[in-house]
């Protein structure tokens, strides 16, 4: 992983903040566009932060009704 993008990602599975991951999402997109492509554990990092910001809205209701922040899949 390049230093650059490390310093983006660097402890976001610790922080349990929407808006902090959303954040670091949108740095992390703007770093890609100008260093592309990106390395496969950079490209991993990204979805998977991507993937957990999905999961967080759900659990806050973000895509209600369509599915339920009640879902036993979540």
Known sequence: M?????????????IDDFDDLTDRIERSAVWAKENSPLQPDEQATAAMMIETQIMRGIHRGDF???ISADHEEV
Not at 3 to 13: A, D, K, L, N, P
């Open 64 to 66: 209600e009704p369509y």
């Open 2 to 14: 390049r230093e650059g993008f490390r310093e983006i990602v660097s402890g976001w599975t610790l």
